[in-house]
Each structure stands twice: as structure tokens, then as C-alpha cells.
């Protein structure tokens, strides 16, 4: 088991050169003199950084998470897929939150001897991968960023800084990672302490697998524009001496704190709600639940229908108001009451997604069991319906929420109210072997075949999402509160991953378009807590495809909305001419091909430049 290690309350806070000190008592508590942090302290700089590092912050979820999933189709809104589906938004960027913190490390250690500044090598290295880490997903959203001139105003930077573009960023950041590489093999004699560190506690072995694997996601982004540079990266990375993710200790994974005097989203990520408009769609949840694929549990939420539920509607001869698909699951007794449930049962059959079909929610006769639930599925108005589809496990996001047990009217209300600090997946031991696989079967010469690396990436995969399952403690993880005798917990469970990678759909056969669409499938479904790499890896595959065997992409074409129309990237604002970016943003804009707003399909057409050459969505990875 992989030791957590939390920040103690006075490394919470950085060194005056960026905030004003206070809270004295959070020093006195790791008995430091807050007057030495007038200098700069290295450390609590570091560690500073480590807490504005959030590459999914609330805005993020609230607004692009909530469209992303929509256009990549793995969730669905409440009231059906209507014309207003591939509408645009704007994105969001955070880099510049911990790129300051890097800058004034940078500036901190140009203060000191040479000698004393080497000691600091590895926390500006550090703290360089956590920016590469960021600016990989700003560029995603948007293309190009101010970076190289960007946060530096502190200590004589321009409040201009110019815009870099993708292609060179891409080349900074591959070099700078070979760098950070070598300041955490090579440096010697270094203060890279262990309770400043919430993500490694200073052990400089894991941060350079971390540095390492990263230049993958700049490997897998490359695939369309320099395919051959795509496969050399790998190469090089797979053959690197510092080696790779690999195993839960070396997981970028963890909570950055129990406790924080200045704000608690450092501890719980926000108390905010999201995705309370959409649910799991079909296609995604029946791909998972045919296949036992236990992420589902942990990806998504069990509907409310517990067989106490079912039996109270029973019991009110309301049968009828049973959705459809939530019957066909049940047996029931000689005398019509709920027996049990119908194989696969609990917990699998507390999963059901919502219809993509056009339009769906306003076709009552064909579709009321799914979408009519706020009456159909209301069983008086003491409590809200009960919903009869699986919404997106919002736990596994941010650790301050509420949970209420789906119970009969009359019986106790059970709740779960327990903050939990948040644990947050970044890059993994999966994510990496799912990139090598890729990599394999586009031929890339690797010390491993794409089939040993599939094999590890989806064991790995279901053991890192029950982890954090267990850490955030989501409904149902090593309970059933006691409520429903039918009710089982959704631990994984001893030799669970064996079924699942026993079912056809999971496995490799040899055909290169076939298993490179399972490949692309895993990283979707392995980045369900991600949903800008679920939106990359869509974008630069065509997968899931619209004639796909397996998960099969719906075409509303013939309602006006062809894959054309949904976005590519986020949209634009035309700066305010008072702005002192003004003419540094409209050139940027000009420079990249990009037109201000969201009309005529622009999204799609004006695509950023990692993405210019990528197939169509559903059209399948090009070979």
C-alpha cells in the first residue's frame, strides 16, 4: 500500500516573496522562523505550488466537464439529446496558477550561492513537471498559451507576455523533462524534503518515472502531426534507465492535505455540485456491464431502485410505474412480490444509462421510462423521484457531499455526511501501458508487445479506480448500510478483472484496426475522471466509431447535427480593447486560424494544432 504522505499545516502556506505571512501558529508548528520566509523559502514555495496544481478545477467540471461528456457521448442530459447538444463553450486554464511558483523558485535559487541554490535542484525540477503537466491541458483546450514570458512580471517579466505556440511548447517541455530527469538522477546532496512533498515525500526516483511517463502524453498528441517523432518518444521512453509508472507506489495519485487554515478545497477539491443535468448514457454503461467491467461501479452511481424501493411500488400496486428495464431484472414470488433479482444481479443491475436517441426525453410513448422518471418514478411528494439511472459517481471528484440513501417512504433516513479529504488520479501505472500498447501496434519498437502492455494497463486500470473508490469512500464502497437485504457492496472482488478480460470485446486478436479501437476504448473508459483526455483521445482516434461493433458512435445527421458540429476546441471571447493583451490575444488568434465566437461549425474546422490532421469524430484510428 502506498504511503500517503499529507502536508502539515504550516507547509501550506508559501514564502512571502509571493503572499504575506501570517497564521503563526500554523508555522509554530513545524517550529519555523516565519521571518526566515522572507527570503524565500524553497520549500514552502514548492509545497505551495503543489496546491494550486488543479488541472480540473471547479469551473472546469461545472461547465466543460458537463459538455465534453456530452459530445463524446458518455453522458446524456436529463431530458434527452436535443439540437442545443454540440453547443460551445469556453475553456479554462490553470498554468499560469503554478507556473508563478516555479518562476520564484527560479528567482529564489538565482539569489543564493551556487552552491546552496544546487541543494534546490530537485524541487524546481519538480515543480517543472507539475507545469508541463498543466500546460499539456491548457494547450489542449485552446491551442496556444503565454508560457515561456508568462507569471515573471514579480521581478521585471513583461505583463504582456507573448503567446507560444503548441509545436514549440511541446518541444520546451520534452527538453525541460529530460532535464528534470536528469537534477533528480544525477544531483547530489540535495533538500528535497519529504514532508514538503505530498505527492513522492522527496523521493526523486518516482518524480523522474513521473517526468518520464509524461513525455508520453506529448508522444500520443504528436500521433497526427509527426507520427515518426510520436514512436521515437515512446521509444525512447520505454528504454529509458529511470523506467516508468509502473505499480501503485509510483502512481501520480494523492491528497494534498487534511487541513487547511486558508481554505478547505485544498482538502475536499469544493463543496460545489455537478453534472446534476446529465446521466450515464446506454451505450457506455451496457459496454460495461456485458463485459463485468467493475469500473462501472466506480465511474458511475447505482440507480435508486433497491428492492425496497421496487417492493414499496409493489406494494401500492404501482407495477406499472416499474421502468420497463428495471422489471425485466426482477423474479418475482407466487404472490407477485419482489424474490430476487435476475442474473447478473447486484450490484450490476443497478446500472442503466440514459437513451441517445434524438429527441428522446419529448417521445413519452417510446422513451417515458427513462426520461418520465420525475413523475412516473415519484412515489408521493415527501421525497424527490426516485431515479431509476446511473449518474456519475460526483465522489470520486471532491469530498465534501452529502449522501442519502434510497429509501421507502416512512423507513429512517440514511446518510452518509462525512467530508473525506480528496484523493485525485493525475497519471498512472494504466495510463502508461495503455500509451505503449498504442504505440505497439503503430509500430513502434518497444521492449514489450502491445498485448503485454493491454494485459497490465486494464488490471492496473480496475485496481487504481477501486483505490480511489476506497480512499474517497464513494456510496456503497464496504457497506450496504444495513438497509436492503438484496443490496451488495461494490468492492472489487476476487477474480473480477479475469472475467472482465475474458469477454471478447476486451481482448486483443491480432487485427491492427480492431485492437487499436480497443486500445482508444480502455483510455476513454480509464480516463472517466479526466474529461479533457477523454475529449483528446476521442478527437485524435474517431473512436468510439460509428460503425463500431463494440461501442458504436450515434450519427444525428439526419437531425441537422453531423459529426462536423461538435467542437474540437473551446470557444473564443474577442478581448476588451482596453486589455493590455489585446493585440498580443488577436494576433495569437489570427496566427492560429481562429475566428472569435462559436458559429458555422468553427469549433470543428478551426481545430488546435495537435489535433490538425486527426480523424473526424467516428471515423476510427488511422493506421
Same mark, same amino acid.
Given at each position: ?53 488543479? +488541472? ?44 508563478? #511558483? ?44 503565454? #508560457? ?32 528534470? *530527469? ?83 478545497? @485544498? ?31 466506480? *465511474? ?24 420497463? #428495464?428495471?422489471?425485466?431484472? =426482477? ?54 423521484? @426516485? ?26 433516513? =440514511? ?38 502492455? @493491454? ?19 464513494? +456510496? ?6 444495513? @438497509? ?77 447535427? +453531423? ?11 474577442? +478581448? ?19 475566428? *472569435? ?27
Amino acid at each position: 500500500m502506498k504511503k500517503y504522505q499529507l502536508i502539515p499545516a504550516a507547509l501550506l502556506l508559501a514564502g512571502a516573496t509571493l503572499f504575506t505571512t501570517g497564521c503563526r501558529d500554523d508555522f509554530a508548528e513545524t517550529n519555523t522562523n516565519p521571518s526566515s520566509l522572507s527570503e524565500g523559502n524553497v520549500g514552502y514555495l514548492f509545497s505551495q505550488g503543489v496546491l494550486e496544481f488543479d +488541472p480540473s478545477d471547479y469551473t472546469y467540471w461545472f461547465y466543460n466537464a458537463n459538455q465534453i461528456y456530452q459530445w463524446m457521448q458518455v453522458l446524456v442530459s436529463t431530458g434527452g439529446v436535443t439540437s442545443l447538444v454540440h453547443e460551445g463553450g469556453a475553456g479554462t486554464g490553470g498554468s499560469i496558477d503554478v507556473l508563478k #511558483y516555479l518562476n520564484e523558485i527560479k528567482y529564489v535559487r538565482s539569489q543564493m550561492p551556487e552552491e546552496e541554490a544546487a541543494a534546490y535542484a530537485q524541487y524546481e525540477a519538480a515543480m517543472d513537471v507539475l507545469c508541463v503537466y498543466m500546460g499539456i491541458f491548457d494547450t489542449d483546450f485552446i491551442g496556444d498559451i503565454p #508560457y515561456t514570458e508568462a507569471a515573471q512580471a514579480l521581478h521585471g517579466g513583461t505583463l504582456t507576455p507573448k503567446y507560444d505556440r503548441v509545436a514549440d511548447l511541446y518541444d520546451l517541455w520534452l527538453n525541460n523533462l529530460d532535464a528534470d *530527469i536528469a537534477a533528480f538522477t544525477t544531483a547530489t546532496d540535495q533538500s528535497f524534503e519529504g514532508t514538503q512533498d505530498p505527492v513522492y515525500s522527496g523521493q526523486a526516483d518516482k518524480w523522474a518515472k513521473l517526468a518520464n511517463s509524461l513525455k508520453l502524453k506529448i508522444a500520443a498528441r504528436l500521433i497526427s502531426q509527426d507520427r515518426a517523432r510520436a514512436l521515437q518518444i515512446a521509444q525512447d521512453v520505454a528504454n529509458a534507465s529511470c523506467g516508468v509508472l509502473d505499480g501503485e507506489s509510483d502512481d501520480f495519485f494523492f491528497n494534498k492535505a487534511s487541513y487547511n487554515s486558508s481554505s478547505e478545497d @485544498y482538502v475536499y477539491h469544493w463543496n460545489n455540485g455537478i453534472l446534476q443535468s446529465v446521466g450515464a448514457s446506454q451505450p457506455i454503461i451496457d459496454l460495461m456491464v456485458r463485459n463485468r467491467d467493475p469500473r462501472v461501479r466506480f *465511474i458511475f452511481q447505482k440507480n435508486e431502485w433497491n428492492s425496497r424501493v421496487v417492493q414499496q411500488f409493489i406494494d401500492a400496486d404501482r407495477t406499472d410505474d416499474i421502468p420497463s #428495464y428495471i422489471m425485466a431484472n =426482477i423474479n418475482l414470488d407466487a404472490n407477485g412480490d419482489f424474490e430476487s433479482w435476475k442474473a447478473p444481479g447486484e450490484p450490476w443491475v443497478r446500472y442503466y444509462g440514459l437513451p441517445l436517441a434524438f429527441n428522446a426525453g419529448q417521445q413519452a410513448g417510446t422513451y417515458g421510462d427513462w426520461f418520465n422518471y420525475d413523475t412516473q418514478c415519484l412515489y408521493d411528494n415527501s421525497r424527490a423521484a @426516485y431515479y431509476p439511472f446511473s449518474r456519475f459517481q460526483d465522489e470520486q471528484v471532491y469530498g465534501r457531499i452529502d449522501f442519502t440513501l434510497p429509501t421507502a417512504v416512512g423507513d429512517p433516513i =440514511i446518510q452518509d455526511t462525512d467530508n473525506m479529504p480528496w484523493f485525485g488520479k493525475y497519471m498512472t501505472t494504466s495510463e502508461v501501458n495503455l500509451y505503449l500498447a498504442e504505440f505497439a501496434l503503430l509500430g513502434a519498437a518497444l521492449p514489450q508487445s502491445a498485448q503485454a502492455y @493491454y494485459d497490465k494497463a486494464l488490471r492496473a486500470s480496475v485496481e487504481e479506480y477501486d483505490r480511489m473508490a476506497s480512499l474517497n469512500r464513494i +456510496p456503497y464502497y464496504g457497506t450496504t448500510y444495513s @438497509y436492503d437485504p438484496n443490496e451488495v457492496a461494490i468492492d472489487l472482488k476476487a477474480g473480477e478483472i479475469d472475467e472482465m478480460m475474458s469477454h471478447e470485446e476486451y481482448q486483443l486478436t491480432g487485427d491492427v484496426a480492431s485492437d487499436l479501437e480497443k486500445v482508444y476504448i480502455q483510455q476513454i473508459l480509464n480516463f472517466m475522471e479526466l474529461p479533457v483526455e477523454v475529449w483528446v483521445t476521442c478527437r485524435r482516434s474517431g473512436v468510439p466509431k460509428l460503425d463500431s461493433d463494440i461501442w458504436q458512435r450515434v450519427d444525428y445527421a439526419a437531425n441537422g447535427l +453531423p459529426t462536423v458540429t461538435i467542437p474540437r476546441r473551446t470557444a473564443l471571447s474577442a +478581448p476588451a480593447p482596453t486589455d493590455l493583451m489585446y493585440e498580443i490575444e488577436l494576433a495569437a488568434y489570427e496566427a492560429q486560424g481562429y475566428s *472569435i465566437g462559436s458559429a458555422n461549425n468553427i469549433l470543428n474546422t478551426e481545430r488546435v494544432w495537435q489535433d490538425q490532421g486527426a480523424p473526424q469524430y467516428g471515423e476510427g484510428p488511422q493506421l
